[in-house]
């Protein structure tokens, strides 16, 4: 799927590369060159907003504010203070990005619409700003803004210029793409699949929000500058409203979760604004973009770009995508532990935690500790409490008392992503596959503590090349380790159920943990599978990993773990190895449902 | 300070802020039942007013017109649900919220289309009088604006207390997965919900177009007003949500009246972004989604 859609990528290259050198020998006269420019400048934004939109689920609806810093910081650095058109296109892309990590990195926290609003916020700030204020001139504006020139060649000529456009269109789109196929890229979408998955791979969400978020401002910066440029004047009614929309809506055309698309979308836009106007309807811009937004959100949700993309699926017939071969487990093998825990020290130890929902004591007063390199597991009746403390332990709840120490360590009160980063993997009962990738790339996201988030190398695609190699590879012997083959390019929700099990454990093993918390693997498997998962817990553990399993199947457990811990309406009732706990009457009781003969409270 | 100057400022601010309340309330009530934050809210206000404006230059007679309005408003609610919600409701949060903005759009576009470019104004209803409040002279229009309001949200308000559907509407506001389970039809709730937003906002836009007149592209400002009331309510609850709209109302006037009415947008909207950046970077440090009630 990732080749495929390299292969796409590549032809929808070409597609624009042969577009931008044929229109203007096709069309040489300054209107149509004019128009070029104008979509060209709007695709550097709309690339952005496919980070922003399709890529965060963040509504860009301020867009406009980042692209009206841009082309006044070029109108009044140009013509008030003579700088160079191109220092001042950066300046105002800094000041852009600047303006957008202030703003987001604090509101990111809130969640969800609020920092759409916000930006829409800034947005009519500055425009009361500019309208305000005469050092940006004001309802006038400001004219007289120069052509551009670059490095001391000028781009007068609109030929050369519409070049240039159109160069930096295809920069902003290789950053896009670049992030697209990153970590940054697969852990936004983890996101969108599943907060907890994602979190259980240590992905810091506000974090890669925050940086979508600055790129994007950086890019309606850029496209802002380039219009001011192209249009020669600048006042508050050229980012006005209707511009984020036409943004938005051009994203959306082309293709929401598409770079490509993004860029091809600015043009359809353009072009279709030209078109109304030659009609001379100009009034019935707003009802046709507004139309189109709604249309295409509930008949195609991915616009023209994925529309394309599955007719050519469809006629490639990329989708045979080889044949999944099961194989015993570790028929690959994995590289130990470089480290493996010490003996001497207690590994994981849970000391007087205690959670009540309401009323409901969930989980009451319980101490146990788990031994490096063994398999630990945690038993007992449904509702006994298991899962809210497998939850307590990996962050996803917070509890009310006691202490969870991890090699010496509290971590109690980390979320769930600082604890899966201290490299302790977790597997959900109910499966959380991110259903948006393939198998592979659902396993790659499990080696995401290991990668570099710093934005500026990924786009810029200093450190992502090597880096992803080695992901790829370890996701594989992940893979090849729990013994699913061929498996890769598959789309999760096609495999059987267990095979999907199977794809959660080599994600939550290419976390490389130390310790694996396990919420039962064998729920819903068949006997042989049970087998098959028996055996690849066992050699899980003779890799150096610790193994806190919670299950049900007595059967399992018994034959598997080394240290037995058994609880029951939220209190731990017995303690110790399998043959032991088997005997106490207060377990008996609990499976069999007696009276429990007077149990240590 | 002087009273009669600050009164002169306050009960202008409380009128505007009546809209405003009535815009933070379909905001909250319309998300409490479908998770959704409808940025068509301030629209339905425009089109109220516009509405009534243009009909009445169709020689329509007064009420009709306004009747006329009002149920326009009520309809266009329920057809952006039925039409546009329903049909994305499975898509995720993100792009249902887009589609509100793109039909938005498309109500302000309509509305160019048909009654043109230019600002339309309608008479008071009982003339363009004035009457004085301890030295402070209002429109009569003012008392129409306060007493509309006043009933609306009476209205609504024992609507939700007393009635099923509106006890319907609360526990959806207080669990939405729990009150479906509990068999609240949320379809239907939804519908009726946003028809009924849909006509407070229209009728707002009615009552207020005697004193600021009624634009195509007036309903953007009603909506992010509305909104940044409905924000420092909480986002949940209708009457701090109506509590914050007055709130900016007023803020929006001392604003006008102390700085300057250039700059009193910039002030309201500099207190939602301070109001957030508080918010996100001291109160809730770590604890994400508080605020928002949405999903």
């Given at each position: 799927?990732?080749?495929?859609?390299?292969?796409?990528?590549?032809?929808?290259?070409?597609?624009?590369?042969?577009?931008?050198?044929?229109?203007?020998?096709?069309?040489?006269?300054?209107?149509?060159?004019?128009?070029?420019?104008?979509?060209?400048?709007?695709?550097?934004?709309?690339?952005?907003?496919?980070?922003?939109?399709?890529?965060?689920?963040?509504?860009?609806?301020?867009?406009?504010?980042?692209?009206?810093?841009?082309?006044?910081?070029?109108?009044?650095?140009?013509?008030?203070?003579?700088?160079?058109?191109?220092?001042?296109?950066?300046?105002?892309?800094?000041?852009?990005?600047?303006?957008?990590?202030?703003?987001?990195?604090?509101?990111?926290?809130?969640?969800?619409?609020?920092?759409?609003?916000?930006?829409?916020?800034?947005?009519?700030?500055?425009?009361?700003?500019?309208?305000?204020?005469?050092?940006?001139?004001?309802?006038?504006?400001?004219?007289?803004?120069?052509?551009?020139?670059?490095?001391?060649?000028?781009?007068?000529?609109?030929?050369?210029?519409?070049?240039?456009?159109?160069?930096?269109?295809?920069?902003?789109?290789?950053?896009?793409?670049?992030?697209?196929?990153?970590?940054?890229?697969?852990?936004?979408?983890a996101i969108a699949a599943s907060e907890q998955a994602a979190g259980s791979v240590g992905v810091d969400i506000t974090r890669h929000k925050v940086q979508m978020f600055v790129i994007g401002g950086g890019m309606a910066s850029v496209s802002g500058s380039l219009l001011v440029h192209y249009l020669r004047a600048t006042d508050p009614t050229v980012f006005g409203f209707s511009y984020s929309i036409n943004l938005i809506t051009g994203t959306i055309i082309g293709g929401l979760t598409s770079i490509w698309g993004g860029a091809l979308g600015a043009a359809i836009i353009i072009f279709l604004r030209e078109l109304l106007r030659d009609l001379a309807l100009p009034l019935w811009e707003s009802v046709i973009m507004g139309a189109l937004t709604v249309i295409v959100l509930i008949a195609f949700p991915r616009g023209i770009a994925g529309f394309v993309s599955r007719i050519y699926d469809r006629m490639a017939n990329e989708r045979e995508v080889g044949r999944v071969v099961v194989t015993e487990p570790g028929a690959v093998a994995m590289q130990p532990l470089a480290n493996p825990p010490m003996s001497h020290q207690p590994f994981l130890e849970v000391a007087g935690v205690s959670r009540a929902f309401g009323s409901l004591r969930a989980v009451s007063n319980v101490s146990f500790t788990v031994g490096p390199g063994a398999i630990t597991a945690l038993i007992g009746p449904n509702g006994a409490g298991k899962t809210t403390l497998f939850n307590l332990i990996g962050g996803y709840l917070t509890l009310d008392a006691g202490v969870v120490r991890f090699e010496g360590r509290e971590i109690q009160a980390l979320p769930p992503r600082d604890v899966a980063q201290l490299g302790i993997g977790r597997t959900f009962q109910n499966l959380q596959l991110f259903d948006n990738m393939t198998v592979l790339e659902n396993v790659m996201c499990g080696q995401h503590r290991f990668t570099t988030h710093a934005v500026l190398p990924i786009a810029l695609r200093l450190a992502a090349q090597r880096q992803e190699a080695g992901i790829r590879h370890a996701a594989l012997e992940a893979l090849g380790f729990v013994g699913l083959q061929g498996a890769e390019q598959h789309e999760p929700a096609v495999l059987p159920f267990g095979h999907q099990r199977l794809v959660e454990i080599a994600r939550a093993l290419a976390l490389r943990p130390r310790l694996l918390l396990m919420d039962e693997p064998a729920s819903g498997l068949n006997d042989t599978e049970t087998e098959r998962l028996a055996e690849l817990i066992v050699r899980i553990a003779a890799l150096g990993v610790t193994v806190l399993v919670v299950e049900h199947d007595m059967r399992l457990v018994m034959g598997l773990a080394d240290h037995v811990v058994v609880m029951d309406h939220g209190e731990m009732i017995a303690e110790g190895a399998p043959d032991v706990v088997r005997g106490e009457p207060a377990v008996i009781a609990a499976y069999l449902g007696q009276e429990a003969p007077a149990r240590a409270a | 300070m002087d009273t009669t100057v600050l009164l002169q400022l306050l009960l202008p601010g409380l009128t505007t802020g009546c809209v405003y309340a009535l815009v933070a309330l379909g905001f909250v009530l319309c998300a409490n039942v479908s998770g959704v934050v409808n940025f068509a809210q301030g629209e339905f206000v425009m089109l109220g007013g516009m509405a009534a404006a243009w009909l009445i230059g169709l020689d329509l007679p007064f009420v009709l017109a306004i009747l006329v309005a009002t149920a326009l408003g009520a309809g266009v609610g329920a057809l952006q649900e039925f039409l546009t919600l329903a049909p994305v409701r499975r898509q995720p949060h993100f792009i249902q919220i887009t589609t509100t903005v793109g039909f938005a759009v498309v109500l302000r576009g309509i509305t160019l289309i048909v009654a043109g470019k230019d600002a339309l104004s309608l008479p008071g209803f009982s003339g363009d009088g004035v009457f004085f409040v301890f030295g402070a002279i209002l429109p009569v229009q003012s008392l129409w604006v306060w007493g509309a309001t006043l009933l609306l949200l009476l209205g609504t308000f024992s609507f939700l207390r007393y009635t099923n559907v509106g006890r319907a509407v609360r526990a959806c506001s207080i669990n939405l997965q729990a009150a479906r389970l509990m068999g609240v039809n949320a379809e239907r709730l939804r519908v009726i919900v946003f028809a009924v937003s849909g006509a407070t906002g229209a009728l707002a836009g009615v009552v207020i177009t005697p004193l600021v007149l009624a634009s195509w592209d007036a309903g953007l400002t009603y909506s992010t007003k509305g909104f940044i009331g409905a924000i420092l309510g909480g986002f949940r609850s209708p009457a701090?949500?109506?509590?914050?709209?007055?709130?900016?109302?007023?803020?929006?006037?001392?604003?006008?009246?102390?700085?300057?009415?250039?700059?009193?947008?910039?002030?309201?909207?500099?207190?939602?972004?301070?109001?957030?950046?508080?918010?996100?970077?001291?109160?809730?440090r770590g604890r994400a989604g508080a605020v928002t009630g949405g999903p």
């Open positions: 799927m990732v080749l495929l859609a390299r292969r796409k990528s590549l032809i929808a290259a070409l597609l624009f590369v042969i577009a931008v050198a044929v229109y203007p020998l096709a069309f040489p006269d300054s209107y149509h060159l004019g128009v070029g420019i104008s979509a060209g400048a709007m695709a550097v934004s709309t690339v952005g907003v496919v980070l922003l939109l399709g890529l965060a689920h963040q509504l860009a609806i301020g867009q406009a504010a980042f692209s009206m810093i841009g082309g006044y910081a070029n109108a009044i650095l140009c013509v008030r203070y003579g700088w160079d058109p191109f220092a001042a296109l950066l300046a105002g892309a800094v000041m852009a990005m600047a303006l957008a990590y202030v703003v987001a990195a604090p509101i990111l926290k809130l969640r969800g619409f609020v920092l759409a609003m916000a930006t829409l916020a800034l947005h009519l700030m500055l425009i009361v700003v500019a309208v305000e204020l005469s050092f940006t001139g004001g309802p006038m504006g400001v004219t007289g803004i120069p052509k551009f020139h670059v490095f001391g060649i000028s781009l007068a000529d609109d030929r050369a210029f519409f070049w240039f456009v159109w160069l930096l269109v295809f920069g902003a789109v290789w950053i896009g793409l670049n992030i697209d196929r990153s970590a940054i890229g697969r852990a936004l979408r | 701090t949500a109506v509590l914050g709209g007055l709130f900016i109302g007023l803020l929006e006037s001392l604003g006008a009246g102390y700085v300057s009415s250039g700059w009193k947008d910039f002030i309201v909207y500099g207190v939602l972004l301070a109001w957030l950046l508080i918010q996100g970077g001291v109160f809730l």
